[in-house]
């Protein structure tokens, strides 16, 4: 008998298999987790108005696939730290220029973020709010800083504190910068991550900060994931390496955001 697994549990494997086979079949799907055809059919719509897929009669495709690559998961942080490492540490260096002593930020975990604040060290009075067990022993390395960790249900994988009580922790701060690292950025789609767990912090701490700064190397743009951040317009600074595609450079000449490309 198939595996029972959640609504959003359910949208990663169809797209984890529209993605390797390029399309999919509404009665294959249907025998494949054990469920009515009209409810695979609501998951197919629902993707669809997420931009990943165009559906088709008794099925679907990937939307656009010439254009942007899926996204379904990635690597471990430990490995993700040596990717792109020279570029992730000019990139910090510039988040670290916006950020001044005595500022308060509120900051997710990941690889790009884990070098900010490795220069964000030399900033004094800092106040730091995060749900990151990751990035905790560096934080521990900022003497005179405050730091707020929030509870919540912890995410092995990713080292994170995640959830509903994550979140009303969260809603506590107005900080000065939200710093934020997401998985794939495309015109269309915006920012997005392959969590939706993961994607609701990001999303939460987006809104609550009164500067957004989104870090992001180049290798993440004209990619798409499942889960919906913020459109890439809706940002304050966007900062990347010097790689990044000239149809983003373009478009964000027609917004309020900030590009910084090192």
């Given at each position: ?17 529209i ?12 025998a ?12 197919l719509a ?40 020279e ?10 220029d916006?950020?001044q ?105 987006l809104?609550i900060g ?28 966007l900062?990347?390496d010097k ?15 900030e590009?910084?490309?090192?």
């Open positions: 008998m198939p595996e029972k697994l959640f609504k959003e549990e359910r949208l990663i494997r169809i797209m984890e298999k993605s390797r086979d390029k399309k999919v079949v509404v009665s294959e799907l249907a494949m987790f054990d469920l009515s055809k009209p409810t695979i059919r609501t998951d629902i993707l669809e108005l997420r931009g990943l897929i165009e559906r088709t009669h008794g099925g679907a495709i990937l939307k656009d696939v010439k254009s942007e690559k899926y996204v379904s998961g990635k690597s471990l942080l430990d490995l993700r730290k040596e990717t792109q490492k570029e992730k540490q000019r990139m910090a260096q510039r988040v670290r916006l950020v002593d005595g500022d308060s930020i509120m900051i997710d975990g990941g690889s790009s973020t884990y070098y900010v604040l490795k220069y964000l060290r030399e900033r004094l009075g800092l106040t730091i709010i995060t749900h990151s067990v990751f990035l905790l022993p560096v934080l521990l390395q900022i003497p005179d800083a405050k730091i707020y960790l929030t509870g919540g249900f912890i995410h092995r994988e990713f080292e994170d504190l995640i959830g509903d009580i994550s979140i009303n922790s969260l809603q506590r701060f107005k900080p000065d910068f939200s710093i934020v690292a997401v998985d794939a950025i495309s015109i269309e789609n915006g920012l997005t991550s392959t969590e939706t767990s993961t994607a609701q912090i990001k999303k939460q701490m809104a009164s500067k957004s700064i989104v870090v992001a190397d180049s290798t993440k743009f004209g990619k798409v994931s499942l889960c919906h951040i913020a459109d890439l317009k809706d940002i304050d600074y900062v990347t790689n990044v595609p000239a149809d983003v450079v373009n478009f964000i000449r027609g917004t309020n955001v590009l910084i490309a090192v």
